[in-house]
């Protein structure tokens, strides 16, 4: 099915050090979404954009939506051990904007393992 | 808590069988999702339903089927099941149809495991 490409595929870090981590696509998007997924469990939403160059912070998360509306980043700060688990990007556009599709397409994801 | 329940959460059956996986939305919730999570793979659409109707489809074999209810809740039915249906099956909700902006809550899912 169609998908992000969403990178770095995993990482692993230290506790404290700084996440980055992006999509892109190759079709413009008007809102992208950020998921965590622990173990086990539904993926939850951590942050939501919906206009292009909007930055918004979630404590010590912070996600954007690319100018060029095609890709999205997610940073972390000082991360810690409950860090751990899957980040998926989520994009959706609009057949009436120039987008390939409504529905919303996920990415790939990134796994992030965090070392106390 | 997404407030999106699902059932059951764990389930395992044979080659060949049929089983039915339930979904109650959030309160307030008219779209329904549902998502397939295999091992090697991130989320897959498979199926939405909006009010009572469909109103997407993803990668969904013709094996499976869903259908929404008056009172809102879903049912994924897979039928002739064989081993590379295990994976985790989501459901989610969205206030909207799926258009606009509605963000998706995600249930915790149901872990199927075919023998």
């Known amino acids: 099915g169609q998908q992000l490409n969403q990178s770095p595929q995993s990482m692993f870090i230290q506790e404290g050090e700084d996440v980055s981590m992006n999509c892109t696509s190759s079709s413009i998007f008007n809102t992208w979404l950020w998921y965590k997924q622990d173990p086990g469990e539904g993926p939850v939403l951590l942050i939501a954009?919906?206009?292009?160059?909007e930055l918004t912070s979630n404590g010590r998360l912070t996600a954007q939506f690319g100018i060029t509306r095609k890709d999205s980043f997610l940073n972390i700060s000082a991360s810690i051990p409950s860090d751990v688990g899957i980040y998926f990007c989520?994009?959706?556009?609009?057949?009436?904007?120039?987008?390939?599709?409504?529905?919303?397409?996920f990415g790939t994801g990134t796994l992030l393992a965090v070392q106390p | 808590d997404s407030g999106v329940t699902q059932t059951p959460k764990h389930l395992i059956t044979a080659t060949g069988q049929r089983v039915t996986l339930r979904c109650s939305p959030r309160?307030?919730?008219?779209?329904v999702y549902w998502y397939q999570q295999s091992l090697d793979q991130g989320l897959q659409f498979l199926i939405q339903y909006y009010n009572g109707e469909e109103r997407a489809k993803g990668n969904i074999l013709e094996r499976f089927s869903a259908q929404q209810f008056p009172d809102l809740h879903s049912e994924l039915n897979l039928s002739s099941l064989e081993l590379g249906d295990s994976a985790l099956y989501f459901c989610?909700?969205?206030?909207?149809?799926?258009?606009?902006?509605?963000?998706?809550?995600f249930g915790e899912g149901s872990r199927l495991t075919v023998l």
């Open positions: 989610a909700s969205s206030v909207t149809s799926g258009d606009l902006r509605g963000e998706l809550f």
């Open positions: 989520a994009g959706r556009g609009s057949i009436f904007d120039g987008g390939a599709t409504n529905k919303l397409i």
């Open positions: 954009l919906y206009k292009a160059g």
């Open positions: 309160s307030g919730d008219l779209s």
